[in-house]
């Protein structure tokens, strides 16, 4: 008996080894024991998308949105996977609250920029690229697949980021 969060992180330890069939079946057993979580549904559709399982993907993603419709994940996803990606009109002067620092991991950062009402990020060692708003605090990228969602304390005050990318979500601590 496994409960539904230990299915998908052995799921998406599959994911991270590169047997993408094990996961889906792993995420297939756990949609099964838990049909009514949404959770199960995403990852699902998210290892459909690695195997480039297309129409299954979308299936799975808008099954999960069904039971949870403030999954912004499955949202995102489906937008990327349907081409329904849209830019979503978020004042640019509440950027200037993400501008910053934030350490992924020891040594490196991905600093937040605001340059002419955009939003932009740059990894250590890498690359700048702009953040396209998909609601107030979740971004996308359209240079890599991945997804930034920043936290807010109860204060409102910005205090880390989540990086989404490949199957894993991490926190980065904002640190100036």
Do not use: C, W
């Not at 912004?72 to 640019?92: C, E, I, Y």
């Not at 910053?100 to 009402?117: K, S, V, W």
């Amino acid at each position: 008996d496994f409960a539904e969060t230990e299915l998908n992180l052995l799921g998406y330890r599959l994911l991270q080894m590169k047997k993408v069939a094990e996961a889906i079946e792993i995420f297939k057993l756990n949609v099964e024991a838990y049909p009514g979580g949404f959770n199960a549904y995403d990852s699902l559709g998210e290892a459909y998308k690695i195997h480039g399982d297309k129409d299954l993907a979308i299936a799975n993603y808008k099954k999960s949105l069904e039971l949870n419709p403030k999954n912004t994940n499955a949202t995102t996803q489906l937008a990327s996977l349907t081409g329904d990606q849209k830019d979503v009109k978020v004042d640019p002067k509440i950027y200037a609250s993400y501008a910053g620092d934030y350490e992924l991991a020891p040594g490196f950062i991905i600093t937040i920029t605001n340059e002419d009402r955009k939003l932009m990020g740059q990894p250590t060692g890498q690359s700048k690229a702009e953040l396209f708003p998909s609601s107030e605090t979740d971004f996308f990228l359209k240079v890599v697949e991945a997804r930034i969602t920043f936290v807010k304390d109860e204060q409102g005050k910005v205090t880390e980021l989540i990086l989404s990318q490949n199957g894993r979500k991490m926190p980065a601590k904002k640190i100036r």
